[in-house]
């Protein structure tokens, strides 16, 4: 199998997990909204109101969809962008680490409070997700910046403006 594929498999596999974790967290930001934990048809109901606030769910929630979905996306593109082999497996691997510390990051939100990560500090919870969106930004730039300059380097050799 040719590094390519490879590539575009791992990504595709881990936006799948990524996008099930968000599903997940999904579950949560519901139980949160209805005050208990029920599913039908199973039967019975755990009355509990889950820690957190509407946002913090719904930004847990969906930031595993994005980044599940950012996932198949890279992997879609990868094949138009002129890398090196071992440049497509640091932009997939990079792309995985991203993809896996936002969305980790952003469930500690709703499950301890001043979790949001925004700021070095406060308490451990925020101090862990700090440090995992540091890691996913400075990563998802690079990444992002790579991709970039390979493509307009190369549209620019072919003769084509940007």
């Known amino acids: 199998m040719n590094s390519l594929v490879r590539c575009q498999r791992l990504l595709v596999g881990h936006g799948a997990l990524v996008l099930l974790f968000g599903f997940a967290l999904g579950f949560g930001f519901l139980f949160f909204l ?10 019975g109901r755990i009355v509990y109101q889950l820690p957190g606030t509407y946002d913090a769910w719904r930004m847990a929630h969906m930031e595993g969809v994005v980044n599940g979905f950012g996932l198949w996306i890279v992997a879609l593109v990868l094949p138009v962008v002129p890398l090196s082999e071992g440049l497509r497996v640091r932009i997939t691997w990079g792309m995985v680490i991203v993809a896996w510390t936002i969305v980790l990051a952003s469930a500690l939100d709703p499950l301890f409070p001043d979790a949001r990560g925004l700021a ?11 440090f995992l969106f540091y890691v996913g930004i400075l990563t998802v730039i690079w990444v992002v910046a790579v991709i970039a300059v390979k493509s307009l380097a190369a549209a620019r050799a072919e003769g084509l403006q940007d």
């Open 34 to 43: 209805i005050g208990e934990i029920a599913l039908w048809p199973i039967p």
């Open 120 to 130: 070095f500090g406060k308490n451990v919870p925020n101090t862990i997700a700090f």
